[in-house]
């Protein structure tokens, strides 16, 4: 059983361009969590989603960012017009439908860079 | 918000126990303890969880007082793997009467295993 994963690994962006991030969910999994991590700080909730459903996201800047989780495919974290202040390590984590938001499962993150 | 405080490091000699305390005074009757670690650079691991008893399994020991006040994650043998950044999080529900959590990510305790 493969575990979450994320891509890409590392990934950068130039001011102004976008960012797309990649989750996909652990094997059963039906709830996905994304979380942001800057430099030498701790993991900051971001979203959490389930199928085609926003559950909570109140982590979420209010502005140039989205996420979502589709009925088919893996969830997608999207980050417009970048800044430089959106480097950082975003992390995807996922749980099953039984336990809701106990026990995740994280992916090893992506990188973001923006120059 | 976390809910929770932790010191902001300890050392431990390899091979000796590593006690992390954590201090949760806020905490709700219903409200689960759980530690998670984060070893440079990677995704979060879970490690152990808890309600009102101790718990054990392979990778650690959980000791809340009765009180549920405080906990302390009890690392037995520690490695110098063991070297991480610890979190001792309160899952929160998200929706009122919902069975929907999430867990939020204080600042933890960076643990360093010395030879």
């Known amino acids: 059983n493969a575990g979450v994963m994320q891509n890409p690994r590392h990934l950068v962006r130039r001011r102004g361009q976008e960012a797309r991030l990649r989750c996909s969910p652990m094997?059963?999994?039906?709830?996905v969590y994304w979380y942001r991590q800057l430099p030498e700080e701790g993991l900051k909730f971001m979203v959490y989603?389930?199928?085609?459903?926003?559950?909570?996201e109140s982590g979420m800047p209010k502005e140039r960012f989205s996420a979502e989780f589709p009925k088919e495919g893996p969830s997608i974290l999207r980050i417009q017009q970048v800044v430089r202040g959106d480097s950082a390590a975003y992390f995807c984590?996922?749980?099953?439908?039984?336990?809701?938001?106990?026990?995740?499962?994280f992916g090893p993150g992506t990188r973001l860079t923006v120059l | 918000d976390a809910k929770t405080t932790q010191p902001p490091s300890m050392d431990c000699a390899e091979g000796r126990a590593a006690n992390l305390p954590c201090n949760h005074s806020?905490?709700?009757?219903?409200?689960?303890v759980y530690w998670y670690r984060q070893i440079h650079s990677q995704g979060p691991q879970y490690i152990i969880h808890g309600l009102k008893n101790n718990e054990t399994n392979e990778m650690a020991s959980l000791i809340i007082t009765e009180d549920r006040k405080s906990s302390t994650l009890i690392l037995p043998h520690a490695t110098l793997r063991d070297t991480a950044v610890y979190y001792c999080i309160v899952r929160v529900r998200v929706n009122s009467g919902g069975s929907n959590y999430k867990l939020t990510f204080g600042k933890g305790t960076l643990l360093t295993v010395n030879p």
């Open positions: 094997k059963g999994h039906s709830h």
């Open positions: 806020t905490i709700s009757g219903n409200e689960y």
């Open positions: 989603l389930q199928k085609e459903n926003i559950i909570d």
């Open positions: 984590a996922s749980s099953p439908p039984q336990d809701h938001g106990s026990e995740q499962f």
